[in-house]
């Protein structure tokens, strides 16, 4: 039996959907090359497929199920990965869009992905689906092949985790910028109280190396502390050609550091307030390869 083609002539299917996609699997699985490869298995499934009535449905199946399958062996790397996990970061957030009218649809930040993680993977894709890429439950339980209630009962259990981990509304993006600044500035300066003064007093600091370069094995903790690790870095760093570049992180103001030319590591941070709550910083190299930084002016 001969096989139809779902590619009409001259044309991408994928193109329309791709976007979302690559958000969906993005979202579920903190890593952007992770998605690219989960987004193109999708399309090959879907070039050789028969009958397809609705593409976006069976491209976000395929890649829903596709994601599930791959956190399955993520689970097993997990527990031998050096010190903390972080997502892998993006500045092209425009890129991984929901493409929806939801709340969350834009959120990208690293606070919301490492909610994310700390779910079940089948309550991670009843969440995402429905509040995030608003899908109806309807759809949703075909997609993960589970009653509408049990999907109703995942999306409800991820929306309680997710709401009491998210920070307070993001800050303005001149605020967020300042504190950037300023924390910076204090860091290069060595003041330890000026640096302290800018961030909470239960703020948390993170570092992902994954083994592959010099960072804390544990989340730091609390304003004193985060400050003179800080100093520290800074202090040990002094010899070499340091450039900081503000860069949109994940859709909020971070930076680009630089050592001797090379890119070493990237930071977001969390804003509560007035003061920094959280800092990210994800030093491990196999998560900045596909890092194309969208600097700002």
Known sequence: MSMSSNRPPDADPLAPHRGRLLGLAYRMLGSRSDAEDIVQDAYLRFAG??????????????????????????????????????????????GLSADAATELADDLSFALLLALDRLSPMERAAFLLHDVFDTPFSEVASMLDRSEAACRQLATRARRAVRDERPTPAATPDNHARLLMAFSEAATSGNVARLAELLCEDAVAITDGGGRKTAALNPIMGADKIARFFIGVTAKNAGHDIRIEPAIINGAFGALLYLDGELDHAVSMAIDGER??????????????????????
């Open 276 to 297: 920094i709550a959280a800092i990210y910083i994800v030093r491990n190299p196999d998560k900045l390869r596909h890092l194309q930084p969208d600097v700002t002016a």
């Open 49 to 94: 497929a028969e009958g397809v009535q609705n593409p976006e449905a069976f491209l976000v199946t395929i890649v829903t199920r596709l994601c599930l399958d791959r956190l399955k062996s993520a689970r097993t790397q997990r527990e031998v990965y050096v010190g903390p996990w972080l997502p892998e970061p993006v500045c092209d957030a425009e």
